[in-house]
């Protein structure tokens, strides 16, 4: 199952952690998994190459762990990650499952 955990601190603060596989389908066939990889990876990398803010990412297999400060606008690109991923997990329960904290 592939975990999203999202933290909003503040109006221009946020981070999200992504961990796990969905087991959908066979390594190189999950469409869930590469749902949401891509999404994740869109956020990132429009928050820190076009909107030009500074962020700590770790990154590894299963793993994607992205934190900022200082950006209202990239906030709610991080809102628009999760709400994407809280359709997925709609569709696909079993598969994905979305926690945000304040």
Same mark, same amino acid.
């Given at each position: 199952?592939?975990?999203?955990?999202?933290?909003?601190?503040?109006?221009?603060?946020?981070?999200?952690? *992504?961990? &796990?596989?969905?087991?959908? @389908? %066979?390594?190189? $066939?999950?469409?869930?998994?590469? #749902?949401?990889?891509?999404?994740?990876?869109?956020?990132?990398?429009?928050?820190?190459? *076009?909107? &030009?803010?500074?962020?700590? @990412? %770790?990154?590894? $297999?299963?793993?994607?762990?992205? #934190?900022?400060?200082?950006?209202?606008?990239?906030?709610?690109?991080?809102?628009?990650?999760?709400?994407?991923?809280?359709?997925?997990?709609?569709?696909?329960?079993?598969?994905?499952?979305?926690?945000?904290?304040?």
């Amino acid at each position: 199952m592939i975990r999203a955990r999202f933290r909003f601190p503040s109006a221009d603060t946020a981070s999200f952690r *992504i961990t &796990g596989h969905a087991g959908f @389908a %066979e390594h190189g $066939e999950d469409i869930v998994c590469a #749902a949401v990889s891509s999404a994740a990876y869109l956020t990132a990398n429009t928050v820190t190459e *076009i909107l &030009g803010v500074e962020a700590s @990412a %770790e990154v590894r $297999e299963g793993y994607l762990d992205f #934190a900022f400060t200082g950006s209202e606008a990239a906030v709610k690109l991080v809102q628009g990650l999760r709400l994407h991923l809280e359709q997925l997990q709609a569709e696909h329960p079993k598969h994905v499952k979305v926690t945000t904290e304040v």
